[in-house]
């Protein structure tokens, strides 16, 4: 008999960022729609309103249309504090030249926002917290929060959530940890986090000739670098870098390199600082009988739009316990799916990085790509191929594949051709 939820069954979710939050979003939303109460427990001992690495799940947060498009689906609006700016172009720094990639659709909007409180060092008080606001209105649904650390999780006929005070059985567990926080699962639960890469994160004043609606991308410095991004967010600006073995100080030599120290170090120093994980796989034995990982401890798209893909599994796996059951096999069915296509449209984002890494060393592709952006300016959005390319891939806001496909296009190698022959 496949194991379903029972009206009143309780769910434990581990974890209350945005993939943890997003669960019981979905969860409670469906439990409505089928009249099927339930009893969803959030364990998250963080105050995410709180400045610093405190209160913060540490990325570069900036939200995707994809995303904001999910929010819409559970019935929540941005609340105008949270966003921290409204991004309408990227500047790509390539061999002391700057191209500047517009919004091609101006209806797909892209913000930035914090996931904590702001920086350690803040200035003139906390900033809104997106993860706060997403925590909240969980809470305001329905979902009851346990201020506590779990301190493991054991398997027998249900799951048992151990905290320091008291333990919970619960009839579905989802582990929401992310990929920074260690799952406190038992080994029995056969649990493998996915690959990861580590990122190098400040923040610092934003200068006031700095652009509040740009952000500015480079490839080439320091060594290992895959990119970074310079981000304003509100009263502050965010470098995020990715790399091969980064430590913190890469953010200093990054900013030294691309003549951004002058600008920003007599302003303030730095605010804040940390090396976080991203993950660049899926995990393993990341579900059975009762149990569901979402969120990067189970898969995420690769480099880009995190927090959406926090959004989609979780919509997806709760999705399927709500639908097709809590059972090893429910999830197989239901779930697993949509994992492996994540990971296999991250395939098509490793294939087009490296084609990027190729054409930054060729000057006259680097040209062509410039001429060819230029000449689609006035072109209606479906048809602005280049710009859709990279703005796809620095945002995330449409699939690698779909990104891949459109690169060989005959319009979009046409226009290469002529932008070749400009130079």
Known sequence: MTLQLQPGARVGIVGGGPAGSFAALHLLKLA??????????????????????????????????????????LDLTLPAPVIQAEIQAYAIHLHGNSLRI???????????VYRGGGPRLLQDGPSASFDDFLLSCAVEQGAIRVAERVKRVTPADRPCIHTRSQAYPVDLLVIATGINSQAPLAPEFGYVPPSS???????????EEWPRDRVDAFFEFPPGLIFGAVIPKGRYLNISLLGEGLRLDAVEAFAEEHGLAQMLHPASGSLCGCTPRIATGMARHFFGDRWVTVGDAAVTRLYKDGIGSAYHTARVAMTTAMTMGISRRAFARGYLPYCR????????????????????????LIHAWQEAIRLEAALPAPQKVHTRILWGMLTGDEPYRQLFWLSLTPGSLISLFRGLNHC
């Open 341 to 364: 296509a994540v990971r296999k449209d991250n395939r098509y984002g490793q294939i087009l990085f490296r084609l990027w890494k190729l054409t930054m060393g060729i000057a006259p």
């Open 197 to 207: 890469a580590v990122m190098a994160q400040d923040e610092f004043l934003l200068p």
């Open 102 to 112: 517009e919004r091609p659709d101006p209806s797909r909007r892209i913000v930035s």
């Open 32 to 73: 409505r729609q089928q009249k099927k109460p339930l009893e969803v427990l959030i364990f998250e001992p963080r105050d995410f309103r709180r400045p610093g690495p405190a209160g913060c799940n540490r990325c570069a947060g900036v939200l995707s249309y994809r995303l904001q498009q999910g929010l819409a689906q």
